[in-house]
């Protein structure tokens, strides 16, 4: 394996979706697949034998489904960071994995450069959530959510927003012309006040309660 690869797993049930995500990663000289697996249970045995940066983990497989791979993988691995995979507009389930874990969060529609992107992002502790999936987790929040009771700073908001688009800490200071220490300083405080204990969790639940408008520039 050449160094700087970011090794992969596939968890997928269906034999044509792991061979397209499989020839996917032949493309990427930066990304290198190091299993295959049919279920959520494989799946883990797979990341204790490989430990692989990333998991592209699909949410309805037999034996084990996503979401309770995907938590046990996030506890016991937890520098094997999870993607969630989809075809089918289930907020429930998606939540469900997200709450897991899961950093990321596309439909399996995605581009082969965007899927290369977020797993690169993913690699180094970066959020992806597809737009609709964006849009169909701000639809679950109730019509009379209580935002303020988070009581976020402009400048907090301003930051979450830039948490949201998948921005590492360095690209947060850069973006709001801020020092990195006051750029760390702001995620931490976030996360305290959202009583969330990751990025991806925090993303999650902006999401749902409208915390921020979504960002409309095109990531970096």
Known sequence: MKKGQIRVIIADDHVMV????R?????????????????????????????????????????????????????NFPRTQVIGLTTFYES???QKMLDAGAISFLLKSISATELARAIRDASEGKSTIS????????????SGANTSKYDLSTREREVLSCIISGLSNAEIAQELVISLST???????????????NRAEAVSLALQEGLVNMPTRPKK
Do not use: W, Y
């Open 23 to 75: 020839l996917f990663l032949l493309a990427f000289e930066d990304l290198k697949l190091v299993g295959e697996a049919t279920n959520g249970q494989e799946a883990i045995q797979l990341c204790q034998r490989e430990k692989p940066d990333v998991v592209l983990m699909d949410m309805v497989m037999p034996v084990m489904d996503g979401v309770r791979a995907t938590g046990e993988i996030c506890t």
């Open 131 to 142: 737009p609709e999936i964006q849009d169909l987790l701000k639809g679950r929040r109730s």
């Open 18 to 21: 792991r061979s397209g995500l």
């Open 183 to 197: 750029a760390k300083f702001h995620v931490s405080r976030i996360l305290a006040k959202l009583n969330v204990s």
């Open 92 to 94: 429930e389930m998606i």
